[in-house]
């Protein structure tokens, strides 16, 4: 099951060419997997409260295309396999007039304590990434 997000690119967001600076991709697509947490009845301020983080251990990413000034995009979270103690989202960015795919990634995260200490993923958290998957 996916989660849906949608950006506007600012000025801000592009380089002097105004195509999309290629790190700003990492940011829509962290600002996407806080969403599908939420879309999902979970929030991490409230998941960090109670001593559990989610850091990006692996990221891999292929840019397609560009992303210009003023581009309406999607970007799409889907989980991809859980463990006991880690998750892979696939994230999609898209271009929201022709759903071109613009930018793809593969994305781990770990589950850790607010020290960085690694610990087991929480268990609502496993069965909603597992079910998900099974979707």
């Given at each position: ?11 801000e ?12 991709y ?20 409230e ?6 983080v ?82």
């Open positions: 099951m996916e989660a849906d997000m949608v950006i506007r690119v600012y000025y967001d592009t380089d002097a060419a105004g195509v999309v600076y290629h790190s700003n990492l940011n829509f697509m962290e600002r996407a997997r806080t969403e599908f947490l939420r879309q999902k009845g979970y929030s991490v301020p998941l960090a409260a109670n001593g559990s989610f850091p990006v251990v692996r990221m891999e990413i292929d840019f397609r295309a560009p992303a210009r000034h003023d581009d309406l995009l999607r970007v799409i979270t889907t989980p991809e396999r859980v463990s006991g103690s880690s998750f892979v989202l696939r994230q999609q960015v898209l271009r929201d007039y022709d759903n071109m795919i613009l930018a793809e990634a593969q994305v781990t995260l770990a589950c850790v304590t607010p020290l960085l200490k690694a610990k087991r993923l929480p268990v609502a958290i496993r069965e909603m990434l597992a079910g998900e998957i099974g979707t």
